[in-house]
């Protein structure tokens, strides 16, 4: 059948609309495009996106390591629409995709001029950009400083077959000394984006 082009500033549908496959669809099905055709599918946006998000625990040892270490101060989730799991140190997505993750971390301390870096990892890999402009310079009143991260990160199947997790790391990148997180001013939240 030949291409037919149309140019109007709005359309009326009065009837149907047919895929490729001579299909109408069904309550809530959108019209999609397979690459050489179309077809009426289930629509995955909206309310229906998987997501997740949990305070974070209040935890001391933050500020402990000069190297990036998963720390388990995930808390139990508050929200968690897609089936995923989680424990203290790691969330698992029920599928594969493109997510936006978003750390919030609200910390005090004790410690003159301590800073600490905060990134997520992926399987255990950080490989992602590091949260780093929460200096704490505990004078004058000023002892409580906080962390945010937000990244598109691409969890698949890894080589064992499991589904890829994604958990929390610090680092301390100044001086030694407790800095405690505050698990009700803090949080992550986990959303699929495609």
């Known amino acids: 059948?030949?291409?037919k082009k149309y140019m109007t500033d709005s359309i009326t549908v009065t009837s149907n609309i047919v895929d490729s496959l001579g299909a109408t669809g069904t309550n809530g099905q959108v019209l999609s495009s397979t690459g050489t055709a179309t077809e009426w599918?289930?629509?995955?946006?909206?309310?229906?996106?998987?997501?997740f998000r949990a305070p974070l625990l209040s935890l001391t040892t933050i500020n402990s390591s000069l190297t990036m270490v998963e720390y388990a101060v995930i808390g139990s989730p508050t929200n968690n629409?897609?089936?995923?799991?989680?424990?203290?140190?790691?969330?698992?997505?029920?599928?594969?995709?493109?997510?936006?993750?978003?750390?919030?971390?609200?910390?005090?301390?004790?410690?003159?001029?301590?800073?600490?870096g905060m990134t997520v990892a992926i399987d255990g890999v950080f490989d992602q950009?590091?949260?780093?402009?929460?200096?704490?310079?505990?004078?004058?009143?000023?002892?409580?400083?906080?962390?945010?991260?937000?990244s598109l990160v691409e969890i698949e199947i890894?080589?064992?077959?499991?589904?890829?997790?994604?958990?929390?790391?610090?680092?301390?990148?100044?001086?030694a000394g407790t800095i405690t997180v505050d698990g009700a001013k803090s949080g992550i939240s986990v959303i699929q984006i495609a």
Request: net charge negative; proline share 2%; aromatic share 8%.
């Open 1 to 3: 059948m030949a291409e």
């Open 41 to 51: 599918v289930d629509s995955s946006g909206g309310t229906d996106a998987d997501y």
């Open 81 to 116: 629409n897609g089936g995923w799991t989680s424990t203290s140190t790691l969330i698992t997505p029920a599928s594969v995709g493109i997510y936006e993750v978003s750390v919030m971390c609200y910390y005090t301390g004790s410690v003159t001029r301590a800073n600490v």
């Open 129 to 150: 950009p590091i949260a780093a402009m929460g200096y704490l310079r505990n004078s004058s009143g000023h002892n409580e400083s906080s962390l945010t991260f937000t």
């Open 158 to 175: 890894n080589s064992k077959g499991d589904m890829e997790t994604i958990s929390i790391g610090f680092q301390r990148l100044a001086a």
